[in-house]
């Protein structure tokens, strides 16, 4: 593959870099994405692989393509930030229409989870932050932690946490400054009408499906913001394209 340095070249210098900055985010965005693959409920190998693929590749293409006006890595850049624009507004409206598929899927993947919680400290740590922020406990309620083993109440199992719960589905003291990590131990021997006073009994998909209609404005802008920032992408890549060609030709006669 040959590149070409044109001795009257008009191609912007600002989308140029404008665009080799943009990748420079954006790599940084996907390298971020790789924390979200620590999560059981999905194959975490394949999603690492994945992620990764697609952060070199793209950073590849939109770095390598700006600084060497390169219109063939443009092309594939632009054309890779639109297709997943589309696939992130058909997941949008596929998950508008298909509501209970969608619940249905959360519910499987937070059970998955739960089943690794003590197998992975940041995603034991997603776990009780979402757990502590919305008041809620396992993916329909407490009960759902017999799905770990070490939170299981078997009577095969040797766990000291044995019929218990994770300390953020406990209800705060306000009186107490240190975190009670034991504040869940035992609690599900007792019957349920006493767990009103310990623990939160609402299921955090309820609490996910209370909090989204509160906070649609939010969610609504940060979706905005993404679709905003891939089209100012598209935007530079389509640009410098068409300068390159531009360029191209002139020199052609």
């Known amino acids: 593959m040959h590149y070409y340095r044109y001795s009257n070249a008009e191609v912007s210098c600002w989308y140029k870099y404008l665009l080799f900055s943009y990748n420079i985010v954006f790599w940084g965005v996907l390298s971020d994405l790789t924390k979200v693959t620590g999560l059981h409920g999905l194959d975490p190998v394949v999603l690492v692989l994945v992620v990764g693929i697609v952060m070199f590749t793209l950073g590849f293409a939109g770095c390598v393509g700006a600084l060497r006006e390169n219109i063939c890595l443009l092309k594939f850049f632009c054309g890779t930030i639109v297709f997943i624009f589309l ?8 998950a508008v229409l298909f509501q209970d598929w969608v619940r249905d899927k959360v519910k499987e993947f937070f059970e998955n989870n739960i089943k690794s919680y003590r197998d992975d400290i940041d995603l034991q740590n997603l776990i009780d932050s979402l757990q502590k922020i919305n008041h809620c406990c396992g993916a329909q309620g407490p009960d759902d932690w017999d799905f770990n083993i070490y939170f299981n ?14 300390f953020s589905c406990c209800i705060p003291d306000p009186a107490q400054k240190v975190v009670n990590t034991q504040c869940g131990y035992d609690v599900r021997k007792k019957s349920k009408n006493q767990w009103d006073d310990q623990i939160f009994i609402k299921g955090c998909i309820v609490a996910l499906e209370a909090w989204l209609p509160r906070n649609i404005y939010v969610v609504a802008g940060v979706f905005i913001a993404i679709s905003l920032l891939q089209i100012f992408g598209i935007f530079l890549a389509r640009t410098l394209i068409s300068d390159i060609e531009a360029v191209k030709a002139g020199n052609a006669f």
Not at 87 to 94: C, D, R, Y
């Open 87 to 94: 696939l992130e507004l058909a997941v949008a409206v596929l």
């Open 153 to 166: 109440c078997s009577s095969e199992s040797k766990s000291r946490e044995k019929c218990g719960v994770p």
